[in-house]
């Protein structure tokens, strides 16, 4: 993704709703719902290419596995350092626009 544009709302709601689902698990549960989540892409495909939101999805299930690959705890999106950089950016673009307009 292009680090000057901001995500669209569906992006942000595709994030949110997979962030909520993984909240709590560990390392192996989320690889299973990586998993899963790949498997429902192929199955939902008639012609095997992935809808915007489902690439999204599995996009943000394989940066969470990535996350807790190196951490010994269950995902929580309050200290993850990619969500907590993206709720500054977002923060930073309204005060921003706040001055301006």
Same mark, same amino acid.
């Given at each position: 993704?292009?680090? !000057?544009? !901001?995500? %669209? !709302?569906?992006?942000? @709601?595709?994030? *949110?709703?997979?962030?909520?689902? @993984?909240? =709590?698990?560990?390392?192996?549960? $989320?690889?299973?719902?990586? =998993?899963?989540?790949?498997?429902?892409? #192929?199955?939902? %495909? $008639? *012609?095997?290419? &992935?809808?915007? *939101? +489902?690439? &999204? #999805?599995?996009? #943000?299930? !394989?940066?969470? +596995?990535?996350?807790?690959?190196?951490?010994? =705890? @269950?995902?929580?999106? $309050?200290?993850?350092?990619?969500?907590?950089?993206?709720?500054?950016?977002? %923060?930073?673009? $309204?005060?921003?626009? =706040?001055?301006?307009?």
């Amino acid at each position: 993704m292009d680090p !000057e544009r !901001e995500p %669209s !709302e569906r992006e942000h @709601a595709v994030w *949110d709703r997979v962030r909520r689902a @993984a909240t =709590g698990m560990d390392h192996h549960r $989320a690889k299973a719902a990586l =998993g899963e989540a790949r498997k429902a892409a #192929e199955e939902g %495909s $008639a *012609d095997g290419r &992935t809808t915007p *939101d +489902t690439q &999204t #999805e599995l996009d #943000e299930w !394989e940066r969470i +596995t990535d996350v807790l690959a190196d951490h010994a =705890g @269950a995902y929580d999106p $309050a200290t993850d350092p990619f969500v907590q950089g993206q709720l500054a950016a977002r %923060s930073d673009r $309204a005060r921003a626009s =706040g001055r301006r307009g």
